[in-house]
């Protein structure tokens, strides 16, 4: 079982609605990433989170907005999505540092109605 | 030039074959190297750490060549259970730095009985 868990693990919403994505992770980590999968496309880093505090946005748009309250969670606050946002999002945590492997809860699977 | 790039495949061998994927990265800074193996509609998961002396976990052989910014998995005896896509992931921000970490867009595994 993955020690970074995901919720929901499904999510439809529409473009005006506002929701959030959540993330926990059980493993002691410091540091805690977003990404976002689409269809054919590679994992792309979206934010990262160390010891709580946000070292990269890789210019996300601002309708995308993460929340790190403490080392063990991580938000995923959404609202006024496109359909183009649709996607599996995934959260990773690691021990910090670049040479740290991550490891990824199960996404949550995202369609923009 | 993409930052990491490999060979999308599909590769469909059969059983107990030997396979191999390269993956290319454009960064002669790149720090760390990892390969996961993703299956369908999952979450990536840690293969293994690449290093600079190669490693090997079982099956599977990871080498790095600096000089010519490659790194290589090689699976022996291939098991249906293979099957999978694989991910390179590179880190070119350094050691302290969790936050530069590009994946490769995946290879596609197919091994057939």
């Known amino acids: 079982e993955t020690g970074v868990t995901q919720t929901p693990r499904h999510l439809v919403m529409g473009m005006t609605n506002k929701k959030s994505l959540k993330c926990e992770q059980h493993?002691?980590?410091?540091?805690m990433y977003w990404y976002k999968q689409s269809a054919k496309k590679p994992l792309e880093l979206m934010f990262v989170?160390?010891?709580?505090?946000?070292?990269e946005n890789n210019s996300v748009p601002s309708r995308f907005s993460p929340e790190c309250p403490n080392s063990s969670h991580l938000f995923l606050h959404l609202h006024t999505l496109q359909p183009e946002d649709s996607a599996l999002y995934l959260c990773a945590s690691s021990h910090g540092g670049g040479n740290q492997p991550q490891h990824f809860g199960d996404g949550t699977r995202l369609s923009i109605l | 030039r993409k930052e990491v790039e490999q060979d999308p495949g599909p590769f469909n061998v059969p059983e107990g074959a030997t396979v191999a994927f390269n993956c290319t990265y454009s960064n002669s800074a790149s720090q760390s190297f990892f390969w996961y193996r993703q299956d369908c509609r999952k979450e990536p998961k840690l293969l293994m750490s690449?290093?600079?002396s190669g490693n090997e976990d079982g099956r599977f052989t990871a080498q790095l060549n600096r000089a010519s910014q490659y790194i290589s998995l090689l699976i022996r005896d291939s098991k249906l259970s293979d099957s999978a896509t694989y991910l390179c992931v590179v880190n070119v921000g350094g050691y302290s730095s969790a936050s530069k970490i590009i994946f490769g867009s995946g290879t596609r595994l197919s091994i057939r009985p």
């Open positions: 989170y160390n010891f709580k505090e946000q070292t």
């Open positions: 493993l002691g980590h410091n540091a």
């Open positions: 690449v290093y600079s």
